[in-house]
């Protein structure tokens, strides 16, 4: 299962670097839980859901549902 965090970058126009002041992580951090390449906590994919206004189920790929 892929996450949806570069789709919704993507439709947003926005940049990892974006979500920095917003989450608390690091852009680094954010690029590695873009490429499941990271196993962050639970908070940190509410914090990066709630800075691009989708549920932390769609941006995981659990839920087609964005809301």
Do not use: C, H
């Not at 892929?2 to 993507?10: A, C, F, H």
């Not at 954010?30 to 940190?44: C, H, P, Q, R, V």
Request: hydrophobic content about 35%.
């Amino acid at each position: 299962m892929q996450n949806r965090i570069d789709k919704v970058l993507n439709e947003q126009g926005k940049k990892y670097a974006d979500l920095v002041p917003l989450t608390g992580l690091s852009d680094y951090g954010i690029k590695e839980m873009a490429k499941g390449g990271s196993d962050e906590t639970l908070g940190a994919w509410f914090s990066v859901a709630r800075a691009l206004n989708v549920s932390p189920a769609y941006l995981v790929g659990w839920s087609d549902e964005k809301g």
